[in-house]
């Protein structure tokens, strides 16, 4: 028969799991709320990070939301972000291009604001908060402007294509007529030849002595 001891540690072991689910639903919903553009946000992770850092966040935070690990049914969401974003920053360029953008949403503000880089307002969290929503329009901005260039770019090989197409069918198509042509030969030649030969009785004819 269990003893109070026994059922105190059943209720701690009940809470503990408790809150462990509660701590991974929070998880679930702090990634699929973040700023999808931003890597760092959805590893919860600060520019300037070693790659240690971010293989040690991503496995702390994917041993936590696994869709193994849960029953959330939005897990498996959330860890493709989280997967998504660990790749991208292990990716030197495409982390390069985030860095980037997030130097340059900095100095944005420093421009707008008519500040120096040694100016103490850098340093506040009223600026760290403007910064993060800097970085946002200058990300999307980014984004915008790469999709734009990429229709682009399909809309020329696009019409690259197209002209390539043509010139093939018109070239099959000249091939075609030089095809039909050479095969009616030999029915051309016999009719000049037919033509040829009634007009030579026509001239025979004609070259008769009156009887």
Known sequence: ?????????????????ENLEYAKDAEISRILNTFKLDAYAILDLQPGVTEKDITVQFRKKSLLIHPDKTSNPQAPDAFDLLKKAQAELMDEKKRERLDEAIADARMLL???RKWTVDSPELKTPEFAKDWREKTKEVLIDNELRRRKQLKAQLAEEGREKRKAEQEVEERKRKRDAEQAWENTREKRIDSWREFQKGGAKKKKKKAQPLG
């Not at 028969?1 to 799991?17: H, I, Q, T, V, Y």
């Open 1 to 17: 028969m269990a003893g109070p001891e026994d059922e105190d540690k059943d209720l701690l072991a009940s809470l503990d799991r």
């Open 110 to 112: 420093i421009r707008e």
